[in-house]
C-alpha cells in the first residue's frame, strides 16, 4: 500500500518539475565560412578556365 501511494504522490509531483525543452536554434550567418566557400569556388574557376586555355593550345 506504502509503495502504491509513492507511486501515486510521484506521478503527482512529476508534472511540478518539468523538464525545460530548449529549442533548436537556428544556425547563425558565419561570414569566414562564407569567404572560404568564395574563395575557394573562384579558384576552381581560374583553374578550369586556365586548364581549358592550356588544353586549347595542346590541340591547336
Known sequence: MKLLISIFLLAIALP????SAQKPSLP????AA??????AVSMFAIVNVRSAAVS???FL
Do not use: L
Open 16 to 19: 511540478a518539475f518539468p523538464q
Open 28 to 31: 547563425r550567418y558565419n561570414p
Open 34 to 39: 562564407e569567404a572560404v566557400y568564395k574563395g
Open 56 to 58: 586549347e593550345r595542346t
